[in-house]
């Protein structure tokens, strides 16, 4: 049998030699070998552990192919164990004929299917910190086969903020830290349901840093140290691989989210940041629907839409559904050509004579005009409509709010369509004078 003994950097021996517990966590900054070593270590155990069934994942399964699939086909090629592996692109797979493996690719996009899969006994999550707690509980639930030697999960991250669900369920919190390259290991308790008695789920995490790895260049290191000045959060999690904080870096930070009827009378604007789409990937389309109270000067939110449309109609009707004599004046963000699409639209619908001269296309640099809205948001100055976290719509529309960190730094296939159209909504109230920015002091609660 081959040896892949000399590709792998001597902080992630630990992982390959001397543990076969349930959970492995590869934590580190951007560059750092650790995505690279979880295909490593699942080719090892594709070549080592007859019978495995593993399972490649990432949040979209689209995206394993230019990851987990192409880096593992790469390590093959560059190491010359072409003939134990087979790679199939579709469906997309490994399989290594020598021990009757399999490695198939899985998408959280598509939970239900994996729930369909069996005589799972390995998995590698890439970029873990993106999929969501539920669907993380799925898959450990799918790695259970009596077949194999090991039953096991990989996740490879980004140090995400301390209130994501990993540092929560894992980390105490984020009061604990792995020292660089030094394995740490602990416990969970859980009870086992056929003898009743307490037993302990064995984990291991692996905190790894760019400038312990040979292969990282220069260039992108430096681009890292960059960024403690234009996004502190990314340069804590790619630089310093520690844990965030969500108050630096996150515009809509939870525990400043308060709901309160609006007024009577008050007038607002009405935004839409609209997309077309009906894959699960696909952008949704917002509307906000934002008034402004004169006396307490304070903005709500009375209405909202957020959801998946691939009828350009159902997102007008959504739109003329919220207009009225105090809301009249709709914006449409204007980007990627979508003006002059909206306005044939428009000028095609029979509600044109409703519309004119009220719709405006706006280009707004999102992530300039976020700075003012988190002071107000922070403030107590923007409140939501009474119940509006208990609806369906209201759980997705703060879903994406709560994890927007701006324009530059959303990663692909996060969606943040819903805080463009509050933030499109707030600016373009302020600039049709049917609001303006109220003269606070910046509440900060305990």
């Known amino acids: 049998m081959p040896q892949i003994n000399a590709d792998i950097l001597e902080q992630f021996e630990p992982m390959f030699f001397d543990f076969k517990g349930r959970f492995v966590h590869l934590i580190g900054s951007g560059g750092s070998g650790k995505s690279y070593h979880g295909c490593l270590y699942l080719l090892h155990i594709m070549l080592f552990c007859e019978n495995t069934h593993a399972l490649m994942i990432r949040k979209y399964e ?40 399999l490695a198939t690719a899985v998408g959280c996009d598509d939970i239900e299917n994996l729930k369909s899969i069996s005589e799972v006994n390995f998995a590698l999550i890439d970029e873990a910190d993106l999929i969501k ?29 301390r209130q994501h669900w990993i540092p929560q369920r894992y980390f105490q919190g984020g009061k604990i830290m792995p020292e660089f390259n030094e394995p740490y290991y602990f416990r969970q308790d859980f009870t086992n349901p056929f003898t009743n008695e307490v037993e302990q789920l064995e984990s291991m995490a692996i905190r790894t840093h760019y400038r312990d790895n040979e292969f990282m260049d220069a260039e992108t290191a430096g681009y890292y140290q960059t960024l403690k000045e234009t996004n502190y959060e990314m340069w804590v999690s790619l630089n310093e691989a520690k844990w965030g904080d969500n108050a630096i870096g996150i515009i809509f930070n939870k525990k400043y989210y308060d709901e309160q009827q609006a007024p009577s009378g008050i007038t607002g604007v009405i935004y839409c940041d609209p997309n077309i789409g009906i894959k699960e990937q696909a952008d949704t389309t917002a509307i906000a629907k934002v008034g402004f109270d004169w006396n307490t000067e304070t903005f709500y939110l009375t209405d909202a839409f957020c959801e998946r449309v691939s009828d350009s ?63 107000l948001y922070n403030s107590g100055k923007i409140k939501f409509p009474v119940g509006f ?14 994890r927007f960190k701006g324009k530059r730094w959303t990663k692909r296939g996060q969606k943040d369509d819903a805080p463009d159209a509050l933030i499109g909504a707030i600016v373009l109230a302020v600039e049709k004078k049917r609001a303006r920015i109220p003269s606070i002091q910046l509440r900060i609660k305990n």
């Open 62 to 101: 689209k995206d394993v192919r230019k990851s987990i699939w192409l880096q593992c086909k790469k390590i093959v090629r560059r190491l010359g164990l072409q003939k134990y592996f087979k790679f199939t692109k579709n469906p997309l797979s490994i399989e290594c004929t020598a021990t009757n493996s």
């Open 133 to 161: 707690d539920e669907d993380f509980d799925i898959i450990v639930g799918r790695v259970r086969s009596l077949f194999a030697d090991i039953r096991q999960v990989v996740l490879c991250y980004n140090p995400p903020v």
């Open 313 to 375: 109609t159902v997102t007008l009707d959504r739109v003329l559904d919220m207009y009225d004599d105090y809301f009249d004046v709709i914006g449409f963000d204007g980007r990627y050509t979508q003006e002059g699409m909206w306005t044939n639209i428009i000028r095609n619908s029979k509600y044109d004579s409703r519309l004119s001269p009220r719709v405006e296309y706006k280009k707004y640099s999102i992530d300039e005009c976020a700075k003012t809205v988190q002071v």
């Open 389 to 402: 976290s208990k609806t369906k719509m209201g759980e997705l529309f703060l879903e994406q709010m709560y």
